[in-house]
């Protein structure tokens, strides 16, 4: 079955880095695109971005632009997602997410648990 | 701020039937498909509709999606206690080039 398994929670110092993972099972890696959203505390949901697993190509949100890359390691089928310059509005649930379809019919079908990134000094 | 709207809070009794709605724009729900996720506390997003209508496979036919002009709505009939759990849709929006949701609703059941 598909699975997205994401690490663990993080404790990070404002001004640090962090970099979740999001390792995946039960399909074709290369077949889908990965999305990354956030969720912090008593907000909705934050799309940050998408990568592509084939290629390694990504889109960023405007607001994340230059602070987060993502990446993806096809010989483990593992994405990461690390933000960097961290401050305490960082704070959040981090998630990863597959897509499927495209354009108008695109949709998340499977989820990761959720990261947990506390920042805090 | 979400851009989609949703009502904060949502209850019902059991046996009952309950609408959730989801209100955005021209450039998301207005031109784009909507999609509905049930999450219970401490998991991840379940998705529950996707492209407006549509139920996934083992996703109970008390669930039901409809979406009118820039709206949307999640009915759930026969609503029983295992249903308690937070709602959040979510579009494409072509003016904002990423994906947009709303801030959720609870859903309660007395």
């Known amino acids: 079955q598909v699975q997205l398994v994401q690490s663990g929670a993080e404790v990070a110092k404002p001004g640090a880095s962090v970099k979740v993972s999001c390792k995946a099972s039960g399909y074709t890696f290369t077949s889908y695109f990965i999305h990354w959203l956030r969720q912090a505390p008593g907000q909705g949901l934050e799309w940050m971005g998408v990568?592509?697993?084939?290629?390694?190509?990504?889109n960023y949100a405007q607001r994340f632009q230059g602070r987060v890359t993502m990446t993806r390691d096809r010989s483990t089928s593992t994405l990461y997602m690390e933000v960097s310059s961290l401050r305490s509005e960082d704070t959040a649930v981090y998630y990863c997410?597959?897509?499927?379809?495209?354009?108008?019919?695109?949709?998340?079908?499977?989820w990761g648990q959720g990261t947990l990134v506390t920042v805090s000094s | 701020q979400s851009v989609l709207t949703q009502p904060p809070s949502a209850s019902g009794t059991p046996g009952q039937r309950v609408t959730i709605s989801c209100s955005g724009s021209?450039?998301?729900?207005?031109?784009?498909?909507v999609n509905w996720y049930q999450q219970l506390p401490g998991t991840a997003p379940k998705l529950l509709i996707y492209?407006?209508?549509q139920r996934p496979s083992g996703v109970p036919d008390r669930f039901s999606g409809s979406k009118s002009g820039t709206s949307a709505s999640l009915a759930i009939s026969g609503l029983q206690s295992e249903d308690e759990a937070d709602y959040f849709c979510?579009?494409?929006?072509?003016?904002?080039?990423?994906?947009?949701f709303g801030g959720g609703t609870k859903l309660t059941v007395l």
């Open positions: 979510a579009a494409w929006d072509g003016s904002l080039n990423h994906w947009v």
């Open positions: 990568i592509n697993s084939s290629g390694g190509n990504t």
């Open positions: 492209i407006d209508d």
């Open positions: 997410a597959r897509v499927v379809g495209s354009g108008k019919l695109a949709y998340f079908d499977y």
């Open positions: 021209s450039s998301n729900i207005g031109s784009n498909t």
